[in-house]
């Protein structure tokens, strides 16, 4: 087929399968630490005949001559071949920042080490100055690529306005996540603003706890990975027990890991590895790899658990979904309230009194640590989405010149102090903070559900597994917000959230 070709629908579909596949493996292979060079422009070239405007063209077309569920995977077809033709733009730039991210390295105490494993070395160093002047080298020797990020965001922006015809990104935004960002907004800081009181006091405790009362009274944010990590409970919370205790939890809700052989565990330490848990779905629910990197403490199981609902999602796809309702999504809101729920799981005290021998005053208040980090991560998103609102609002004059509020939201939101250096390293595309709140609300309501439905022992009960497994094998075709009308919620209704917030 020559490269000037239009697919039909189907010939793309099974064509786009094959790409996919391709990227995400490279991706993969990257993030691992297996490779120290990334190859996507190479992938790019090869399948340049999927991305045209006679391609979008046609699927244009298609799609309005379709109704129901054929049309939303049309339109979901069509959004992925516009993105693929900005990808095919952009590939040799990505792969050249994504290279220049892994050849920075940081000098620690005479010692060199990748800038990612710096960033993991933060969340074990138990001496307050280290992570200190550490932290400072590190966000240092990241700024330094701001300006290539910089120009990578300015013209991954100029050409999506161009290939969508819509200038303005928060609208784009809108209509491809079929949602209101302020309205969602308003009902995130209004959470926010209620629940400021039982945070303020369990963070007065848990820093003073964690950091010691000599720390600063706004600690930096070097100091975060450590403190999710909740390091003065790291010997109970172990890190060889980390994958057979997340295993067993699972197993109680009915899904055996170690016997779903879809699911691919990577939980080797390797020098680049990035140490941030993902899942990737590089052919749901054929191959889907769940990627962890465990340090010790409460975070290795948290982050298993919130991979694991990754994992089974896509693991539990219906095959005979069409390709697209198995892996393409409109945005991540859906598949994170399966993360989120799994990870709930761990705010349980009882979850702590059965796995780790806890007395249950000492389980109810270590589960009251894994409440605060959830509240501190919580007012981090929503004070983020602030910021990247205002950014992408102010984008056409600015240009992405200023860190604009970045750096006042975030350390008045937690009382962590955020540097303005970072306004860019921490800005995920497409308004994935959106997607993280919008699982917030929803595996809130889940919650709420599952006690209802099953009763307070839902997180080690059969029966969830069962409902959560009817969930799973829809893939990505419905959306977060018709998963609350199933549930009898409003999707902006935070009073679960706020309810699960204030359990101080």
């Given at each position: 087929?020559?490269?000037?070709?239009?697919?039909?629908?189907?010939?793309?579909?099974?064509r786009l399968r094959d790409y996919s596949y391709e990227r995400s493996e490279e991706g993969r292979a990257v993030r691992v630490g297996e490779k120290e060079v990334s190859e996507q422009a190479a992938i790019v070239a090869r399948y340049a005949d999927l991305f045209t405007e006679a391609q979008i063209e046609a699927l244009r077309e298609a799609e309005g001559a379709a109704g129901g569920d054929e049309r939303e995977r049309l339109y979901r077809l069509r959004k992925t071949c516009e993105?693929?033709?900005?990808?095919?733009?952009?590939?040799?730039?990505?792969?050249?920042?994504?290279?220049?991210?892994?050849?920075?390295?940081?000098?620690?105490?005479?010692?060199?080490?990748?800038?990612r494993a710096a960033q993991a070395r933060l969340a074990v160093l138990d001496l307050y100055a280290d992570r200190e002047e550490l932290g400072d080298l590190e966000r240092t020797a990241s700024a330094r690529l701001n300006p290539d990020r910089l120009e990578f965001l300015t013209i991954a922006e100029d050409l999506e306005a161009e290939v969508t015809g819509d200038a303005d990104p928060i609208a784009r935004t809108e209509e491809e996540k079929g949602i209101s960002l302020r309205d969602?907004?308003?009902?995130?800081?209004?959470?926010?603003?209620?629940?400021?009181?039982?945070?303020?006091?369990?963070?007065?405790?848990?820093?003073?706890?964690?950091?010691?009362?000599?720390?600063?009274?706004?600690?930096?944010?070097?100091?975060?990975?450590?403190?999710?990590?909740?390091?003065?409970?790291?010997?109970?919370?172990?890190?060889?027990?980390?994958?057979?205790?997340?295993?067993?939890?699972?197993?109680?809700?009915?899904?055996?890991?170690?016997?779903?052989?879809?699911?691919?565990?990577?939980?080797?330490?390797?020098?680049?590895?990035?140490?941030?848990?993902?899942?990737?779905?590089?052919?749901?629910?054929?191959?889907?790899?769940?990627?962890?990197?465990?340090?010790?403490?409460?975070?290795?199981?948290?982050?298993?658990?919130?991979?694991?609902?990754?994992?089974?999602?896509?693991?539990?796809?219906?095959?005979?979904?069409?390709?697209?309702?198995?892996?393409?999504?409109?945005?991540?809101?859906?598949?994170?309230?399966?993360?989120?729920?799994?990870?709930?799981?761990?705010?349980?005290?009882?979850?702590?009194?059965?796995?780790?021998?806890?007395?249950?005053?000492?389980?109810?208040?270590?589960?009251?640590?894994?409440?605060?980090?959830?509240?501190?991560?919580?007012?981090?998103?929503?004070?983020?989405?602030?910021?990247?609102?205002?950014?992408?609002?102010?984008?056409?004059?600015?240009?992405?010149?200023?860190?604009?509020?970045?750096?006042?939201?975030?350390?008045?939101?937690?009382?962590?102090?955020?540097?303005?250096?970072?306004?860019?390293?921490?800005?995920?595309?497409?308004?994935?903070?959106?997607?993280?709140?919008?699982?917030?609300?929803?595996?809130?309501?889940?919650?709420?559900?599952?006690?209802?439905?099953?009763?307070?022992?839902?997180?080690?009960?059969?029966?969830?597994?069962?409902?959560?497994?009817?969930?799973?094998?829809?893939?990505?075709?419905?959306?977060?917000?018709?998963?609350?009308?199933?549930?009898?919620?409003?999707?902006?209704?935070?009073?679960?959230?706020?309810?699960?917030?204030?359990?101080?």
């Amino acid at each position: 087929m020559s490269t000037t070709a239009v697919r039909t629908p189907e010939e793309y579909e099974a064509r786009l399968r094959d790409y996919s596949y391709e990227r995400s493996e490279e991706g993969r292979a990257v993030r691992v630490g297996e490779k120290e060079v990334s190859e996507q422009a190479a992938i790019v070239a090869r399948y340049a005949d999927l991305f045209t405007e006679a391609q979008i063209e046609a699927l244009r077309e298609a799609e309005g001559a379709a109704g129901g569920d054929e049309r939303e995977r049309l339109y979901r077809l069509r959004k992925t071949c516009e993105g693929g033709l900005i990808s095919a733009q952009l590939a040799e730039r990505g792969d050249a920042l994504e290279n220049a991210i892994i050849a920075t390295r940081v000098t620690f105490r005479g010692r060199e080490m990748p800038l990612r494993a710096a960033q993991a070395r933060l969340a074990v160093l138990d001496l307050y100055a280290d992570r200190e002047e550490l932290g400072d080298l590190e966000r240092t020797a990241s700024a330094r690529l701001n300006p290539d990020r910089l120009e990578f965001l300015t013209i991954a922006e100029d050409l999506e306005a161009e290939v969508t015809g819509d200038a303005d990104p928060i609208a784009r935004t809108e209509e491809e996540k079929g949602i209101s960002l302020r309205d969602l907004e308003r009902a995130l800081v209004a959470a926010s603003d209620v629940t400021t009181e039982p945070f303020l006091r369990l963070r007065e405790r848990w820093f003073d706890r964690i950091l010691g009362p000599d720390r600063d009274d706004q600690p930096t944010s070097g100091h975060v990975a450590y403190v999710r990590r909740l390091s003065p409970l790291a010997s109970t919370y172990s890190k060889e027990r980390a994958v057979p205790v997340c295993l067993e939890t699972t197993l109680a809700l009915g899904f055996d890991l170690t016997a779903i052989p879809n699911i691919r565990l990577d939980l080797e330490d390797r020098p680049q590895k990035n140490p941030r848990a993902c899942v990737i779905a590089s052919d749901p629910p054929e191959v889907v790899h769940l990627i962890t990197l465990a340090q010790g403490g409460l975070a290795d199981y948290q982050a298993f658990m919130h991979e694991a609902g990754h994992a089974l999602h896509y693991a539990g796809v219906d095959p005979r979904l069409p390709y697209t309702f198995r892996a393409i999504s409109r945005d991540h809101a859906l598949t994170e309230i399966y993360s989120y729920i799994c990870e709930a799981i761990t705010r349980e005290p009882g979850w702590h009194a059965l796995h780790f021998g806890l007395s249950d005053e000492l389980a109810a208040e270590n589960a009251q640590a894994t409440v605060f980090l959830e509240a501190l991560l919580y007012r981090r998103y929503t004070a983020k989405l602030r910021y990247e609102l205002g950014f992408w609002s102010s984008f056409a004059t600015e240009r992405g010149s200023s860190s604009r509020d970045y750096s006042p939201l975030l350390t008045e939101a937690t009382g962590v102090r955020y540097d303005p250096r970072n306004y860019l390293s921490d800005m995920d595309g497409g308004f994935y903070s959106a997607d993280y709140l919008r699982a917030w609300i929803r595996s809130a309501q889940l919650r709420d559900y599952l006690r209802e439905e099953v009763g307070e022992d839902w997180w080690r009960s059969a029966q969830t597994g069962e409902i959560l497994r009817e969930l799973f094998a829809e893939g990505t075709r419905p959306s977060s917000e018709e998963i609350a009308g199933r549930l009898g919620y409003d999707p902006l209704d935070t009073a679960p959230l706020v309810a699960d917030l204030s359990n101080a």
